[in-house]
């Protein structure tokens, strides 16, 4: 199995910056993309940004040069620095892997969420 922990939602005010970090854990041989969705109150879950194990990066325009995502594939982890946040940007923000187990198998996992609170 393969497990997602996430870390770093909280309160900010609008033009502030937060950090959520993703740690997978458990029987991973490789994970092949990693990165956030985030899912506002009545609104459909969203990408927010994605990046391959190649280093690619994808990122819904409305965040595109606000906010910034990492990974250190040694490490399987993945970090999202959010800066000039605005009260849009208001949702539950979940991690999510995919990737191919260390029997073989493909995984696709989602984090527990991490509610990220931007006040006008």
């Known amino acids: 199995q393969v497990h997602l922990v996430e870390s770093g939602g909280g309160l900010v005010q609008a033009g502030g910056s937060l950090r959520l970090s993703c740690a997978a854990s458990?029987?991973?041989?490789?994970?092949?993309?990693m990165g956030w969705y985030r899912q506002a109150p009545g609104n459909q879950r969203e990408l927010v940004a994605v990046?391959?194990?190649?280093?690619?990066?994808n990122y819904a325009d409305s965040v595109k040069g606000r906010f910034t995502i990492s990974r250190d594939n040694d490490k399987n982890t993945a970090a999202l620095q959010m800066n000039s946040l605005k009260p849009e940007d208001t949702a539950v923000y979940y991690c999510?892997?995919?990737?191919?187990?260390?029997?073989?198998?493909?995984?696709?996992?989602w984090g527990q969420g991490t509610l990220v609170t931007v006040s006008s």
């Open positions: 990046s391959t194990r190649r280093g690619t990066t």
């Open positions: 999510y892997a995919e990737g191919v187990t260390t029997t073989l198998t493909s995984f696709e996992v």
């Open positions: 458990g029987s991973i041989w490789r994970i092949n993309a």
